[in-house]
């Protein structure tokens, strides 16, 4: 137990040096990785993966399970760092960035959002600490979150319960979204967010997430199984083996011959 007690995080989340960013554009790029989760060091995740995001780009990465999709936003968040090669932001090493400055450039909305013991405003509220009653407000109308908190007795002083018990998925994932809104980021990260939801939820978290892609030209990242939400990106990377081996947009992806993306299309297409 002393063990687990004594030891120490490889990335300290809670340091006071790097270089802090006052302004982030959002070009991204990943050189050369390579990854293997900690838990698991004799499986490879990535060999060889190098990918470039421009600022204000929507990019969504496609592959199959256990591609690494969710690998490389762990990435960019800096959850974990690469084993050789390296992130950059804007031209930085994120090793070299203060790591509180670089998540508070960066937004993540996931399949499972994390909701803290407190009160629906609060929760939106840690997006943009000090924010007012009007914007959680603003940015609650925004996600579609607004007319089922006022249903609640208590509104947006409603408590979620711990990691969000006494809240549906898809009323969370609303949450998570206004969260997101509030803080407005640089860098948008959006990891499977719908695919946990049942349709009628789905519908409504989607334009919710919409509506947060056209707030305004950010760098967006998108992990989606949904063909209709990976065809609008700006480019569509296709992740197998380890490394990005298709690149481009749906209309040039989808006319490669034997193409992987092509496939999955088909695929999809005929359920």
Known sequence: IFGIIDRVPSIDCS????????????????????????????SQIYKDYSLT????????????????KSTAIGLMERFYDPASGAVYLDGHDLRSLNVQSLRSHISIVSQEPVLFAGTIA???????????????EDAAKKANAHDFILRFPNGYDTTVGDRGVQVSGGQ??????????????????????????D???ERIVQESLDRLLQQKRRTTVIVAHRLSTIRNADMIAVVNDGKVCELGTHDELVNLP??????????QMQH
């Open 15 to 42: 340091a006071a040096n790097g270089t802090v960013l006052a302004d982030v554009k959002g070009d991204i790029e990943l050189r050369h990785v390579a990854f293997a989760y900690p838990s698991r060091p004799d």
């Open 199 to 201: 349709t009628e939820s």
């Open 122 to 136: 609060e929760n939106i509220a840690t997006g943009k600490p000090g924010a007012t009653q009007a914007e959680i």
């Open 53 to 68: 995001i421009h600022a204000g780009q929507t990019l969504a990465l496609v592959g199959g399970s256990g591609s690494g």
């Open 172 to 197: 969370k994932q609303r949450i998570a979204i206004a969260r997101a809104i509030i803080r407005d980021p640089a860098v948008l990260l959006l990891d499977e967010a719908t695919s946990a939801l």
């Open 258 to 267: 034997n193409g992987l993306y092509s496939n999955l299309v088909a695929r």
